[in-house]
């Protein structure tokens, strides 16, 4: 199991941009996909990006395609995601999740470790 503790939210306003960062811990960074969700209020958890261990694949929903860059620093241990142009339909709780076997999940992985979460607020 790896520990991730996400940090870099707050509250901007609607263009703004905004980076968040994943901290990993405990077993080793290394194997993991690792993927970015967020859960706004009365809604369900829903897919934000999502990078590859080896070739550094990514993957996007069309809602933050273009607009979201999801990167990782593997000797860090540290994943980050770059938020620009920023909507206040962006506004969620961003939790980072990592995933070492195959699954049904983006990128074919099973997310199974999971942050606490970060609030991100876009105001209008």
């Known amino acids: 199991q790896v520990q991730l503790v996400e940090s870099g939210g707050g509250l901007v306003q609607a263009g703004a941009s905004l980076t968040l960062s994943c901290a990993a811990s405990g077993r080793t960074f290394s194997g993991y996909a690792m993927g970015w969700f967020r859960q706004a209020p009365g809604k369900e958890r829903e897919f934000v990006a999502a990078i590859s261990w080896i070739v550094g694949s990514t993957q996007y929903p069309d809602s933050v395609k273009g607009r979201f860059t999801i990167s990782r620093d593997n000797a860090k241990n540290t994943l980050y995601l770059q938020m620009n142009s920023l909507k206040p339909e962006d506004t969620a709780v961003y939790y980072c999740?990592?995933?070492?076997?195959?699954?049904?999940?983006?990128?074919?992985?099973?997310?199974?470790?999971w942050g606490q979460g970060t609030q991100v607020t876009v105001s209008s």
């Open positions: 999740a990592a995933a070492r076997n195959y699954g049904l999940g983006p990128l074919g992985y099973e997310y199974n470790d």
